[in-house]
């Protein structure tokens, strides 16, 4: 039997054969470019890449780079298109995503090299780095095979300053997800509002709500037990996760399964909630409104329960091999982990930079709002860092793909008793 | 010399005489003229189409997941057993079924309808004919997200309607609800592509010669009885070729749900091409991806094959 490689060889030979003076390359960057492959195509995403992408180009002026954009929601044309060029061993030189276990089959197959020398170490970003986003890019055996560039908490309750002070609630004194469960009742019955915006119609917003509202009311080492597979041994965690975000149902917006989150983070901004859980993100969406601000119209706390926690999601660049422009690679990788590409992209996208070392009430041409100065403090403060499965920081893409698929079905019919059963299959890969 | 010169003078005859019937035979051949220009889209198709569809079969029988390369070794069946046990699995394709056979039908009975009206030379027959098939040159992008709106369950079209016409009890969260998603899909659907249906049987309709018409109505058939007994079982072929179009538009109701729900839309949207994807490149089990892809192919050659027969039957191909 032929394996992948024969089989593409061959039948690439036969079509040159017939198509003679027609050839192509299997979608590799033109010549010796290097080739970035990336998903922010608009917003404030596309505007802090090409921030730092300028300030590499003045730095390298020699590297001559290839910008290959993958539009699709939630980074899913990117990965459809970058499985596709994995699976032939034809990698891009590198690509901006999730780390995490979602880079481990990637591993496995061999196709990621190690930049540990002579990123990691000749760049000392070992020693600005902290440890949990280390571990997002380093493999055992085959070392650090990443670069993290940005971090977005996730475990953010943005509420709207004017409905909760119409309510008469102070979310900062909440101390669990069950408790936001009666400040919301009073929000529903002293205002018009509802107690929180919300889409269901990707479960990703459900699963990273409920993956919040799990460390809320059962800690953050009951969360990392979940996340290591343990899902019999926390069952009463894991159903009382459940049945508060089931409670939750009954204080979100009535059109939640037909609206997306952008239209959620609209809702919130009208007033026509009080809460919202989102990623650092919704900020973006907040400041494209001039009569919608940090402190007068909206703050943001961490979920009830949660202060100690920094729950984010991270991505970076990464390394794979067969590497098509070693070198290059390199340069960028030691760029992408450097200061200032930190303080150029995320000082535009919104998340925080992933160096302890970084100065955020600087007064360059790239400075930090306070919304983002606040993040950062917490970040550097929070005794623990985490990541979601929603956003495919934590557990193996299949387990992953398992878990979503049980809280799209829980989604549809709030069955706490089946979703737990679902939850502890989903690990059985 | 002379004597070399002789017998290649010799050979050359020899060798022209054996040549001559068989270059005359290739160019009499028209198969074997073809050849050259039939090799290029031959050899394309055979590697692109068929190659890869043998290579998917195979793929179904490893138990390939991850990247590297896959073990073929050993090959089985397992997955289409595990595929039998898997409530996802079977949920969706349940649901594949009912979408393929409800938007079917409802596209052909809701087409038929349109068509009839249009072909009774009614005013503004051309406008309304653009009217009925101008949905279908969206693309499916387009009128998920149009839909989302129209279904909305707080402020869209269809639940202001409901209210306004005092059926509150029927206003529900069509795209939310996972009793009636599938049935909002088939509506969306239904409304994208009976004008397709209306055309295909528009143009059966125009090729029934007027005199049998006429023949009805003298015999003093009233008019639904004329389409019924006399009209419609003449649009044997169109039918059976909106069937074929349709069913394969149902498979292709992909994009529709991807857009709304992305690659979990859940038990009560969830339909096999969306599982397919879901399972190769969200989760990387490739083989498993390919043993849905094979069911789906059979599915496709399920909804043609019976085609191909007919059209075989009636000497049409």
């Keep these: 039997m032929p394996t992948r490689r024969q089989f593409v060889t061959t039948a690439g030979a036969g079509i040159a054969a017939a198509v003679a003076g027609c050839s192509g390359n299997g979608g590799s960057g033109s010549g010796g470019d290097m080739e970035i492959m990336i998903a922010w195509s608009g917003g404030d995403g596309a505007t802090a890449f090409e ?90 055996s085959t070392g650090y095979v990443a670069v993290p560039l940005e971090f977005n908490r996730l475990n953010n309750l943005f509420y709207n300053v004017d409905v909760v002070e119409e309510a008469g609630v102070d979310p900062t004194s909440i101390s669990s997800p069950t408790e936001l469960i009666d400040a919301m009742d009073t929000i529903e019955s002293e205002t018009g509002a509802n107690g929180l915006a919300t889409s269901t119609q990707g479960t990703w ?129 030691r760029y992408v982990g450097s200061k200032e590409a930190q303080v150029r992209f995320n000082a535009i996208k919104g998340g925080v930079p992933c160096r302890n070392d970084i100065e955020m009430d600087g007064s360059g041409e790239y400075t930090f709002n306070g919304y983002q100065q606040t993040q950062y403090d917490e970040f550097l403060a929070a005794e623990n860092l985490t990541g979601t499965i929603a956003h495919n920081n934590e557990v ?20 706490v008793d089946q979703a737990y059963n679902g939850l502890v299959d989903a690990f059985d890969v | 010399m002379d004597e070399t010169n ?108 349109l068509a009839i009206l249009i072909d009774r030379e009614i005013r503004f027959e051309g406008s309304l004919r653009t009217v009925y098939l101008l949905p279908m040159s969206l693309s499916f992008v387009v009128t998920s997200i149009f839909w989302a ?9 269809v639940n202001y309607l409901l209210r306004t016409a005092g059926l509150d009890f029927l206003a529900n ?80 109701a992909f994009d529709f749900i991807y857009v709304l729900y992305g690659v979990n839309p859940g038990p009560g949207a969830d339909i096999l091409p969306v599982m397919m994807y879901r399972e190769a490149f969200d989760a990387n089990n490739w083989a498993y991806g390919s043993s849905i892809a094979v069911v789906l192919l059979l599915a496709t050659f399920a909804a043609i094959v019976p085609y191909l027969y007919y059209q075989h039957k009636k000497d049409l191909l």
């Design chain 1, 51 to 140: 921030a730092m992408h300028d300030g590499f180009k003045d730095e390298y002026p020699d590297v001559a780079t290839t910008i290959n954009n993958n539009p699709g929601g939630a980074g899913t044309g990117l990965a459809t298109a970058l499985d596709t060029r994995m699976f032939n061993e034809d990698p891009p030189s590198t690509w901006g995503f999730f780390t995490g276990p979602q880079l481990q089959p990637f591993v496995d197959g061999g196709l990621m090299g190690s930049i540990t020398e002579d990123v990691w170490e000749e760049a000392g970003l070992t020693e600005v780095v902290p440890e949990y986003l280390q571990q997002m890019c380093e493999f055992g």
């Design chain 1, 205 to 333: 917003v459900v699963l990273q709500l409920w993956e919040s509202i799990y460390v809320g009311e059962n800690g953050y080492d009951s969360y990392q037990s979940f996340l290591e597979g343990n899902v019999a041994e926390n069952e009463a965690d894991v159903k009382a996760a459940l049945e508060v975000l089931a409670e939750y149902r009954s204080y979100w917006n009535d059109d939640a399964a037909s609206v997306n989150f952008s239209e959620a983070i609209s809702d919130f901004m009208g007033g026509e909630a009080a809460f919202l859980n989102q990623g650092a993100w919704a900020v973006g969406n907040f400041s494209q409104s001039d009569e919608f601000n940090y402190d007068t119209h909206w703050q943001s706390t961490p979920i009830p329960g949660t202060d100690d926690v920094f729950m984010g999601q991270n991505s970076g660049f990464m390394y794979p091999e067969p590497q098509p422009t070693p070198e290059a690679t390199k340069k960028w990788l």
């Design chain 1, 396 to 415: 193996l893409p299949q387990i992953a793909s398992n878990v979503s698929g049980v809280f799209s079905t829980f989604k549809s019919n709030w069955n």
């Design chain 2, 6 to 113: 002789e017998v290649s003078t010799n050979d050359r005859t020899t060798l022209t005489g054996l040549l001559g019937p068989i270059t005359r035979r290739f160019r009499r051949n028209e198969f074997l003229q073809s050849l050259p220009f039939l090799l290029v889209p031959t050899l394309l198709l055979g590697v692109f189409v068929y190659g890869s569809i043998l290579w998917n079969v195979v793929l179904s029988l490893t138990d390939f997941r991850g990247f590297g390369n896959p073990d073929y070794s050993s090959l089985d069946v397992e997955l289409y057993q595990q595929m039998l046990n898997d409530p996802t699995f079977i949920t969706a394709a349940k649901n594949t079924v009912l979408l393929m056979g409800g938007f079917t039908a409802v596209c052909l009975i809701v087409g038929l309808g």
């Design chain 2, 149 to 157: 709106w129209m279904f909305n369950p707080s402020n869209g079209v």
């Design chain 2, 173 to 252: 969260d069509w795209f939310g609800d996972p009793a009636t998603q599938l049935w909002a899909i088939m509506i969306a659907l239904v409304w994208q592509f009976s004008g397709l249906a209306m055309i295909i049987y528009l143009a059966g309709l125009r090729k029934i010669p007027t005199e049998q018409y006429e023949a009805a109505q003298l015999d003093g058939a009233p008019v639904w009885i004329r389409y019924l007994k006399v009209i419609v079982p003449q649009l044997k072929t169109s039918t059976f070729s909106a069937i074929v179009i349709l069913l394969l538009f149902s498979l292709k």
